[in-house]
């Protein structure tokens, strides 16, 4: 089991930034992929962005040029800075981990969420 808890959302103007974090309950080392996901009201959740153990990344189209992923293995921890915030980025962002056994999925988990609210 991984508890995974997320914070660093809040309330920033159009063209702001802000740094989401993801703390992991234990080691993340082997834990790949892992992503931030996003659900604004009325609609599905998201993928934002991605990146394995190796450290490749991948991105929403939305999100390429402003969202940065990252992994501190040594600190469990993923972050995703978020720069040139605009207001359709306004979502509850949500940390996401999985664990594989070859290409079958072994488990799942999910942070609480953290909102972002971007005003214009």
């Known amino acids: 089991q991984v508890q995974l808890v997320e914070s660093g959302g809040g309330l920033v103007q159009a063209g702001g930034s802000l740094r989401l974090s993801c703390a992991a309950s234990r080691s993340i080392v082997n834990i790949s992929p892992v992503s931030w996901y996003r659900q604004a009201p009325g609609k599905q959740r998201d993928l934002v962005a991605t990146?394995?153990?190796?450290?490749?990344?991948n991105y929403a189209d939305s999100v390429k040029g402003r969202f940065t992923i990252s992994r501190d293995n040594a600190k469990n921890t993923v972050y995703l800075q978020m720069n040139s915030l605009k207001p359709e980025d306004t979502a509850v962002y949500y940390c996401?981990?999985?664990?594989?056994?070859?290409?079958?999925?072994?488990?799942?988990?999910w942070g609480q969420g953290t909102q972002v609210t971007v005003s214009s």
């Open positions: 990146i394995t153990s190796g450290g490749s990344t």
């Open positions: 996401n981990m999985r664990t594989y056994f070859s290409i079958t999925l072994v488990s799942e988990y």
